[in-house]
């Protein structure tokens, strides 16, 4: 057995359908994406939810280190276009809005970032992070105007669709929140990439393969795949100092990947495969460091295995609607 000749030449000789080469395929250019950060917070940073954030995060782990506070987003650009076409001879570029969540302010203030990014030289779109319970209506109008004119992601942090999972993470909403806010979305035509992690304590591997059904009944356009590891001042070194954490292998977390890539519909984008972080904040894995060896294992292991994204994919199956009543059964 082996993949499929369509897929194999859709996908450029990959096993899976990747991120860049959708951009390549759309843009006919080197495209790359600059990270920006605003100085926004989070609902459970600041009170309205939750305090403290995510058990996991620290800013830091996608933050470059020459970032200053309130730096406008021209002068972000200016910087990461500058260091892009130096090192990869970059041509065009998606602003990335990535630090905490980016849809967590007034509309008018959102509506005026995201177009001083468009207006810079060079942006042919945006990509917006964000939290299932910061996107009103209001705010997805916007996004679905902007999205008329410009090439948009909206990345949608869901982590885990086990509502007991988000409980001990310090989430702050539960699935039922992402799947209204994917299908409001969905209702202004707006791409969704969303987030997961691979690898909570308490989440066996059928739980974990049981997620990409319900990416593929809601329709999601885009996933980017993280293994759980463990930043330097967070809560969550403290459990792993403990001896709460049990991490992957790499071998063990690349497996479980490729099963999980395995059942998801072939036309779904690929963005990450996995997690990285810079090494100096980085206490565990330490594998997750070295980001071109864990590519490398990744492409060896689907090699390996002549697998590909969507050998199992069911499409009646993972088709069927989505609602509240499904969400409440899948988190039991």
């Known amino acids: 057995m082996s993949i499929p000749m369509n897929l194999h030449n859709h996908w450029r ?42 058990i996991y995060c620290n800013n830091a782990s996608h933050t470059g280190q020459n970032y200053r506070p309130r730096t406008s987003v021209t002068a972000q650009l200016e910087q990461g276009a500058l260091a892009l076409k130096k090192r990869h001879q970059a041509e065009k570029f998606i602003a990335y809005f990535q630090s905490y969540s980016n849809t967590y302010d007034s509309v008018a203030k959102l509506s005026q970032l995201y177009r001083e990014a468009l207006d810079f030289p060079g942006v042919v779109g945006l990509a917006i992070a964000t939290r299932p319970d910061c996107l009103g209506d209001d705010i997805l109008d916007l996004l679905g105007e902007l999205a008329q004119r410009t090439y948009l992601w909206l990345e949608v942090g869901l982590e885990s669709m086990y509502d007991r999972t988000l409980a001990w993470v310090n989430r702050g909403h539960v699935l039922s929140d992402y799947i209204d806010a994917v299908e409001r979305a969905k209702q202004r035509q707006l791409r969704i990439c969303t987030h997961l992690i691979l690898g909570f304590p308490g989440e066996s591997r059928a739980e974990i393969l049981a997620t990409p059904a319900l990416l593929n009944r809601l329709g999601i356009d885009g996933v980017k795949l993280h293994n759980l590891h463990v930043i330097k001042n967070t809560q969550l070194e403290q459990f792993y100092n403990l001896g709460q954490v049990p991490l992957f292998s790499r071998e063990e977390y690349v497996n479980l990947m490729i099963d999980f890539v395995e059942r998801l519909d072939p036309e779904m984008v690929m963005h990450r ?37 969507g050998r199992l994919f069911a499409p009646d199956q993972d088709r069927q609607p989505t609602g509240a009543a499904w969400a409440q059964g899948a988190t039991l």
């Open 13 to 54: 000789g990959k096993r899976f359908n990747s991120f860049n080469r959708v951009l390549r395929d759309r843009f006919s250019a080197r495209v790359y994406k600059i990270g920006l950060r605003l100085d926004f917070t989070c609902p459970n940073r600041d009170g309205k939810v939750a305090v403290g954030g995510c």
């Open 273 to 309: 495969l996995s997690g990285e972080a810079q090494r100096a904040i980085t206490i565990a894995p330490e594998w997750s460091i070295d980001k071109r060896g864990v590519h490398n294992a990744i492409v060896k292991a689907f090699e390996a295995r002549d697998t590909w994204q």
